[in-house]
């Protein structure tokens, strides 16, 4: 799944055109969708517009709010119909809204991308792939020949997330002969005060902004405008 993510953000920022189909893998019991949606339904809409992807879908519930009705369009064993499920607020994180199910997405790319990790499991190298295929589809080398290692994961939209064990990766990282570090904003507080000497991190929470830390320090431009972590 972080592979197919990684390759739509890469795709996304270089407007390359694919297709989505996002589906429910499972329901919890108790939850809005309990009884309403059922694993296997593809999700087409969100009150009438089109929904591309999983956090689309998020951004769709977020953005009509606890308590108010949504009208969503599903396809269930070949048949389109609309259903209507109202979401509530989550009893963890802040502001968080949830419906009650694990959404997962099949992508249609217009041609194969072939990813070769060998035994590396999680999703934790998602942001990290995404420059991968973005480097691999655009001229000449995205790092300037500099040698930079990062984590997060990434959504198909290009928001950049927390992954776990980031002090082990930025010293795996230095002793790998990595100079430059990509490292979500959201895992900040673990890394200030824990990075190894000789590495310089940067803090990023989207595709847009981990490409620009690439090339400013692929160019031998000024750093100094790039976020960091902070105390």
């Known amino acids: 799944n972080s592979q197919q993510e990684a390759v739509a953000a890469a795709f996304g920022e270089l407007d390359i055109d694919y297709t989505s189909i996002v589906t429910v893998v ?4 108790g939850f809005p969708a309990d009884g309403v949606l059922e694993p296997g339904d593809q999700i087409l809409t969100v009150d009438g517009d089109p929904v591309d992807g999983v956090s689309e879908l ?5 953005d009509s709010g606890a ?3 949504v009208d969503l369009g599903i396809l269930r064993e070949g048949a389109e119909q609309t259903v209507e499920i109202t979401p509530v607020a989550a009893t963890e994180g802040p502001n968080a809204i949830v419906v009650g199910i694990q959404p997962g997405a099949v992508y249609e790319f217009p041609f194969e991308v072939t ?4 035994n590396v499991g999680g999703p934790s190298a998602g942001m990290m792939l995404a420059l991968g295929v973005y480097d691999k589809l655009t001229p000449g080398a995205l790092t300037g020949g500099e040698h930079f290692a990062g984590t997060g994961t990434i959504t198909a939209g290009g928001d950049v997330g927390p992954i776990g064990g980031i002090r082990q ?18 895992n900040c507080d673990e890394v200030v005060g ?11 929470s989207t595709m847009d902004e981990a490409l620009e830390t690439v090339e400013t320090i692929a160019s031998g431009g000024d750093t ?4 960091r972590c902070d105390a």
């Open 115 to 118: 990813v070769n990790l060998g």
């Open 194 to 204: 824990h990075i190894p000497a000789g590495l310089e991190v940067f803090a990023v």
């Open 67 to 69: 308590g108010v009705p």
């Open 224 to 227: 100094s405008s790039l976020a």
């Open 58 to 62: 998020s951004a769709a519930f977020a």
């Open 26 to 29: 499972t329901v919890g019991d």
């Open 169 to 186: 990766k930025m010293y795996g990282a230095e002793t790998a002969g990595a100079e430059w570090f990509l490292a979500p904003v959201s």
